[in-house]
């Protein structure tokens, strides 16, 4: 069963402009969010994460927002630069040092 | 500070063949995790390590895969015999033990990865 969800499988962008990559989900003992980018041939690399006691992380040009209720946290990348292109998969933890559950990715493309 | 080496990059295998991939996760991890990525899906975990012992192996299929780490730095995993499905990237990622407060929550160091082709 697939825990954690991203239903968009591509997202394309103007430079410039915002992208909002959407992830859902079910289960509720998830305390820790995480936001991996991946290129291909190589390793995901760590972009930006969110604990279940705050709604909203910022790191620079990236912003993860999480609401609880809702069970869906979304990445806010302002503003988009042809270099974000990449696959950009959601992941939570019941715990610190837990395995994460990934999302299937999302590919983001950033037109100039 | 290096990161997480993994070798090979590539393999390619007959089916009922067997395969080990290596791991050196980034110094002083004592976590240590092997993740598979099959074609269009994210990771998802075979096999996690605190220093040499298991933690979590519920996900993998222990009928054919394996892994260790003897000394809990380096680990292996292996593969026999393989079948067409095990066609994949394996992922070593590890991590620190952390406090929560750092702001990076729960943040695991990928490896590049082995992508095994089965024919």
């Known amino acids: 069963d697939q825990q954690v969800k991203q239903n968009s499988p591509s997202l394309s962008v103007q430079e410039g402009r915002i992208s909002i990559l959407n992830c859902d989900y079910t289960n509720s003992m998830f305390d820790y969010f995480l936001w991996y980018k991946k290129y291909p041939a190589e390793g995901p690399t760590f972009l930006i994460s969110i604990s279940s006691i705050k709604d909203k992380n910022e790191d620079g040009r990236f912003t993860v927002f999480l609401n609880k209720s809702a069970k869906h946290l979304s990445l806010h990348i302002v503003p988009s630069q042809p270099g974000d292109s990449a696959v950009y998969f959601c992941?939570?933890?019941?715990?610190?040092?837990?395995?994460?559950?990934f999302g299937k990715g999302t590919s983001l493309l950033v037109t100039p | 500070e290096a990161g997480v080496a993994q070798s090979p990059r590539y393999k390619i295998i007959e089916k009922r063949q067997s395969v080990a991939f290596w791991c050196n996760p980034i110094s002083g991890h004592a976590t240590l995790y092997w993740y598979q990525q099959i074609l269009g899906q994210g990771p998802k975990l075979l096999i996690q390590f605190q220093n040499n012992g298991v933690v979590d192996d519920s996900q993998l299929p222990k009928d054919r895969f394996s892994a260790e780490r003897l000394k809990g730095v380096d680990s292996t995993l292996k593969i026999q015999p393989a079948k067409l499905e095990d066609s994949a990237v394996y992922l070593c990622?590890?991590?620190?033990?952390?406090?929560?407060?750092?702001?990076?929550?729960?943040?695991?160091?990928f490896g590049p990865g082995t992508r095994l082709t089965v024919l």
């Open positions: 992941a939570a933890s019941a715990r610190s040092g837990y395995a994460l559950n």
């Open positions: 990622a590890s991590s620190p033990i952390r406090r929560p407060s750092s702001g990076r929550y729960n943040e695991q160091f």
